[in-house]
């Protein structure tokens, strides 16, 4: 057997793939969180009770209305997203004027809420989810067997990640979305409704997270807390990358999946702790994250 | 779990619920019980409702004896801190006489201090850590339905013997796991078969365990050995099968919820061990006929039903000392229970140690394939059977300061 | 007296009053807890209030002296004094770690930057030997204080923890109210003014940030005396949102505030204990409620309305 710094080369190259497949996730959320926070200056706290949502909003469609597993990637979404766009009509709208801190803790507040509302409904030990049947199987890498399932999710998540970068980055919305995020009042003044682009931002965003719950739920099972372990993780991505780029956020989820596969490897117990070491060193080495604009 | 039950159960634990049987009699004595247990969190199936409905059933089978019986019923979240800090106010403002079930390993070894302090009744039936008889044992806490040397001893010695002399451990990382692998890997190696390797993974937290499996079937194990419990143990399972893992697993600490949860097609052919099973006999099926009817659509397993078994034993010494006596001085009242042979419907006819391990004898299982299963629940053969007085640690390796040398 | 303005002495006196009634009336031991978490919240006050740093790692803090004060009582012996010193120690020394690294960033990202290193210390402290994993440090001897007097007693415990508190609280007091205290406040409403007029800010900044870790490690040893244990939760990421919890209900930036503040939210978490998640979703609706119409807290906006200083 090949062997790489004393490691089998196919269990190598299987943890490297694993950690595509978490680096997708990671790279999904952290991008909602991006665009949220450059649009309106808001950490949302409530990505991960909102990814949560997603995976139950898709449990949900499934046990009540009989909706499967393709139309739920569309649905929870949007359902996810419309409910984002009521959080911030409500609440999120009636701080910007304020400091940033407060948009966190109320967040911080919307989370707890839908969690625990969530686990007095369903308990915490989880709800099952099967993986849709066209999905179900496993390729033969020669490797490693890997399951069709997650394969899919990485290449879900890469064309979302691209879809995203190029309404902002190419098309007309995603320039004036830009020039909002610079300059509100000067491109209010040119007749463009900027509240109504910063709440649908947030619902955008919002939806992204959605989108990541149910690509989660058959892998994971569907449970209130899935979302609160994640968005500390999905923080320290965020800090690392830097927030003012939507690249830096895809390409740090990655690679911090990556990273995180390989500790598996090496030392399995230091998988949870990488992270937060890799954001110390970039914090000593680049207080504004890898791809963040010092200001 | 719904709305209205939680509410009902968050008021019956905030009032002493009703007894079962109350007199019109004011002046009789009252004992009480406290139902210490996981309703909200990951072990609710293992433990939760169902076992403090096998209390209550208890205390009706026991019937009227010239005293009453009040149930509490508390969360302790499976946090050590949580479930202490109830207690102790059970104890000292609630008049609780004894706490029966009392959660997982680190709730039961910080609940057993607290009846130590107080001088009152404890007996854990959920909790797994043989420490509890052996080094941490005290005058106040019996240890009733298992342990992870009697898991250890009856499914590692038996996989080793049907060929598994390779082990690797997907073991999770804190008190129990570490426990349960030290315990199962003593088995292993004295029967001739080999530990070649481990990974600790983080706990709690830990829900993707591929990239671990796919470790432990690159050491070349014949077994996989999951020294976790609950929804690791689940997910370990269902991504074992994803992942077209092909070495046996070895379960080392499964409940019947478990294997009804993941079905049998994920489930067939895993080995596993409980000290009780509803259709194991005409005395155990009569129990659990009794419990259905309060509690349908479910079936105990052994951390379910353990509670029946101790709280009717409790109720038998209560009424043995008479409950005046019986009140006064927990540590009197554990060593009443200590002297009286057990007998009941679930673990048929034990005794309880001086070092407050009650024994009884531990049963092997293979879960069914899906044809051989005739209905509901229908989900264990029984493959063997370890007696009582072998089942678990002998009293001289425990170290437990109670045991005279 | 000690730069307390009159209504300030007024409350004190009364709070004072109320700690030596109170055990007569209620469970001591519920007190205990209540005066722990209030002097826990003052310490985070002193961050986020008098300097605008809001720390979501606080529990790091709060849990590490748990672990040291419960380690050095029962593992050497220490007696009850030295110990709860020792996780006030170490707990500043974590503070000064982790101060060192966040104050490079402001705002909100000093804040998702202390919430991760509190989850590296959390994942650690799943990992050491010395805090027992999951199981946590148990059977804590409540000791006898200078060797001498027993503490087992929960009277005799509660009077060193009313002591401790009332201590530690006019201690923040001096502190925000010294001269040091005026150039944190200098800091929080203009920074680069501060900067400006020659203040060197950061080390300002880092100084206080050491001072409030240590106290949250104060409370953290007391309360593991208390009841005899340190576990997960103390360290695990809800205790910090519970300390924001407790100083905005009360008032950030109040001397009072967090102290209220503390005792409403134990209070309710007690009462509500039975109804599961429920604690949840209340403590989420008093943190929306509290920023949309309350951001000053119950004795800010109290303070505000009867125009005190409080």
Redesign the interface.
Known sequence: MMMILGIPAPLLFGQLLLGVVNGAFYALMSLGLAIIFGMLNIVNFAHGALFMLGAFTAWGLLNYAGIGYWWALLLAPLIVGAFGVLLERLFISKLYKLDHLYGLLLTFGLALILEGLVRNYYGSSGLPYRIPSQLQGAQNLGFMIMPNYRGWVVLAAIVMCVITWLVIEKTSIGAKLRAATENAPLVQSFGINVPLMITLTYGAGVALAAFAGVLAAPIYSVNPNMGANFIIVVFAVVVIGGMGSILGSIVTGFGLGIVEGLTRVFYPEGSATVIFVVMVIVLLARPAGLFGRAH | ???SR??L???A??VPAAATFRSARAQRPVVKIGVLTD????Y??IVGPLAVESTRLAVADFGDRGFDVEVLI??H?N????G???V??WY??DGVDIVVEGGS??VA??VS?VARDKNKAYINSGGATSDLTGTQCNANTLHWTYDTYMLAKSTGAAMVKAGGNSWFFITA????GHALTRDVGNFVTQAGGRVLGG?????P????F???L??AQ?SGAKVIGLANA??DT??CIKQAK????TTPLAGLLMFISDVH?LGLDTCQGLVLTESFYWNLNDRTRAFSDRLWKRMPNRRAGMANAGPYSSTLHFLKAVQAMGPAEAKKSGAALIAQMKKMPTDDDVHGQGIIREDGRKIHPAYLFQVKKPSESKGPWDYYNLLGTTPADEAFRPMKDGNCPLVKA | MMGFSRPQTAAFWLMVAAIMIAPAILYPVFLMKVMCFALFACAFNLLIGYVGLGSFGHAAFFGMGAYITAYTAKAWGWTPEIAILAGGLVGGGLGLAFGWLAIRRQGIYFAMITLALAQMNYFLCTQWDFTGGEDGIQGVPRGNLFGLFSLKSDLAMYAVVAVVFVACFLLIHRIVHSPFGQVLKAIRENEPRATSLGYRTDDYKLMVFVLSAAIAGIAGGMKALVFGIATLTDVNFPMSGEVILMALLGGMGTIFGPVVGAAIVITMQNYLAPFGAWVTVTQGVVFVVCVLAFRRGLIGELAARRRLSL
């Open positions: 779990m719904s709305l939680r509410a159960l968050g008021t634990a905030a309703l909200s969190g990951v609710q199936d508390g969360d979240q946090k050590p801190d949580i202490s800090n109830l102790r106010q000292d403002r390993s680190a070894l910080a201090g990382d804190y008190a129990f990974v600790r993974t983080p706990f937290g830990t829900t993707d591929s990239s671990y796919l470790q690159a609950g929804a689940i997910n994803e992942f077209g893992i949860s």
